[in-house]
């Protein structure tokens, strides 16, 4: 056939038989042509604006050897569809950036096998209310959209690739709809799809959009979109956001390698995932937003985030599902934040997470059921007033601490096991409450259930089991317990609930002191003097240092705490006469093992300060790394800041204080803490005392590899663990403290007892004794409930048969 030339082949029913015929230009062979005629165009550049209005076939040359045939017009639309028409095989090249290289607006026709590559407003522009179907067709525009649908129009877009777009990579623009099969679009300089305006709707079957300068995914103004088997990947921006009402169900897809988040919804917008994976996210992996909208994630998987952000993010009343979901390797799995905000997390596993698992605050609420949490570093955390919900049939195991409650949160958490978590099972503070009910804590390496600043929290029918701190550690009247059980005393079903009898705190708004020290009770206070010191009312220090002579052992800590406060006073002295004093820094480092009285004497010690006038008030915060590392940039120095202003004009107490800078620290935020508090220690070195404790040869690594915080600190005072008679001393005086004797023989038992306990690293040195003493009571009120009428004798004495049984 003739280059550059036109051969149409006339078909209609009307002539007797087929017959041809040769034009010059296409828009000759068009005004002859008549539904059902074929327009082949030989290979050659035509420098026309073509409308087809028939039922015609128009194609160029078949085999790519013979040649292009080009519409290449030097302004307007290179070609319009108004009929249903097939085109195939075409070149389409535009260079009128105010209108599309090729506008369908009319009919139902077929384009296949275009090749569009142009610099118009778009490559192909559907509307009027045509119903086209385009196949195998590929479109470059550098300046704008790749494909366009809007005005009523409806279309089919089969095996299509969007090869580069300045704007959208695909457009529709309500009321119309689109379908998309396994088509492809990269290389956009916005949303690889946007779809906007009330009736606009997708549906899109294996199709990839990926290499996008912008959002992967765009929706608003109540578009809605359906997408089976795509993948978003690559993207500039966020990977999927929805706006404004608009409504996506993304099924068996893969959102991947996004910097920002990888979905993104907000303004009363719904999601539904089903069998999605997504990954690679910068950010969120989903965020929800605003009342009304709401995500719905069934059988998908969220994981490998690239930033320290949460994995899943619910704020602002907005509401989320995820039910046989897995999210694993990520910064925090779950943030719920905000009153009216809601998740429900169900069937699902949540795995290696660094900070926490589920997150709830500022009101929020979540509901947990039947899932698993394995090696995060808080299972479940509820941290402040009306923050809530209920955690049921859950299994934490591998975590830092397994739930934290603080500041008035009240969740309920039913028939859960946390197992091996490295610090406490349940720790509860600053005015947390919960209800917990058939819980089980075991293998802890720190506490089972840890509850502070006379939390009132509810346990009912809990159990906890080989906890290296203690199975129950809190204050006296704090939690209300209800047939709970620890193998850490007696026989089971006994109130295990440890008691104290020295000074406690009675406002822990002013005076957090509530934690039960893991070490030997204090005595019973002097005639006249009441059991309890309100932070802030100084003490004699002669009363103070009376009391610190009273407790059993600690010779060694008694010298070097007397030493300290003798330089103290002395230079207190000095200045006062006008002469110079020796500074002496007050801020100490405790080392031993638990339950050797380093809280006890940290918390006489801040009242000795305040008798002296060193410090205003003399009180003691007690915290640990959960208490100041936060889960997320910035949040820790906050968290830092917060307790040490608690401790102003007190005394600020560190437990494990080498848990903020673990062996392995990473990208762990524990680091922060440290800066945090050194600039806080050196810009305020007179509000606050600090006291860092912990194990011994954890405590010298910590200080060795952290020059900067051992330089602050004056002294290290060694507390050693306590001896067989010394654990019988404090026997010897609980018993006197709650009215007991110990008869004939008991005492030669304890010794024995003690002497033969294995001192690993579950002993519990003066927490041992103290669960000695209740364990004895408890089997003594075993014994003698079974006597009709007993004697005061046998109501106080205590034999060498009510000895429990050596672990």
Partial sequence: MTKGSVQVTH???????????????VTEALAAAEDGDVLTLGPGTYRENLVVENAVTLRGPGEARDGEARIAPIDGVPLTVRGSATIAHLRVEGQDTGVPAVLIEGGTPELF??????????????RGGARPTVRGCAVSNATGTGISVGDAAGALFEECRVMESGQPGITVRGPAHLRLERCRVSRSGGAGLSVTGDGSAVDAVECAIQDINGTGVRLADRATAHLTDCRVSDTTGDGVTLDSEAVLTLTDSTVSDVPENALDLRSRSVLTLVRTTVSGFGRNGMSVWDPGTHADAHDCEIHQSAGDYPAVWVSDGATAVLESCRVHHVADALFV???????????????????????????????????????????????????????????????RTGFIITKDADPEVVDCTVTAPSEAGFYVSAGGRGRFTRCRVSDSGGYGFHIIDGCRSELNRCRTERCARGGYVFAEDS???????????????????????????????????????????APTPAPGKPASQVAGESRPADEVLAELEELVGLHTVKREVRALIDMIEVGRRRRQAGLKAASARRHLVFTGSPGTGKTTVARLYGQILASLGVLERGHLVEVSRVDLVGEHIGSTAIRTQEAFERARGGVLFIDEAYALSPEDAGRDFGREAIDTLVKLMEDHRDAVVVIVAGYTAEMERFLAVNPGVASRFSRTITFGDYSPEELLSIVDQQAREHEY?????????????????????????????RQTFEAMVERHAGRVARVVDPSTEELTLLHPEDLPALP
Avoid at 13 to 19: K, N, P
């Fill in 479 to 521: 939690p209300v317990l209800t047939d709970c059980h620890s193998d850490d005393t007696g026989a089971p079903g006994a109130d295990i609930r440890l008691k104290t009898a020295g000074p406690k705190a009675t406002d822990t708004a002013t005076a957090p002191t509530a934690r039960v020290p893991a070490s030997a009770p």
């Fill in 113 to 126: 096998s275009l090749q569009v590559h142009t610099a118009s407003a778009a490559g192909i522009e559907v």
């Fill in 11 to 25: 078909s209609g029913t009307a002539r007797w038989r087929r017959r041809t015929a040769v034009y010059g230009t």
């Fill in 337 to 399: 934040l905000d009153a009216g905000s809601r998740a429900d997390v169900v069937e699902s596993r949540i795995e290696d997470v660094r900070g926490s698992a589920v997150s709830v605050s500022d009101g929020a609420t979540a509901r947990i059921e039947a899932s698993r949490i394995h090696r995060v570093g808080t299972g479940a955390w509820f941290r402040d007033a009306g923050s809530g919900g209920s955690v049921t049939g859950c299994a934490i195991d591998q975590a």
């Fill in 741 to 769: 004797d110990l008869g004939e023989g008991t005492r030669e038992g304890l010794l024995k007892y003690f002497t033969g306990m294995d001192r690993g690293p579950s002993f519990g040195n003066g927490r041992t004794a």
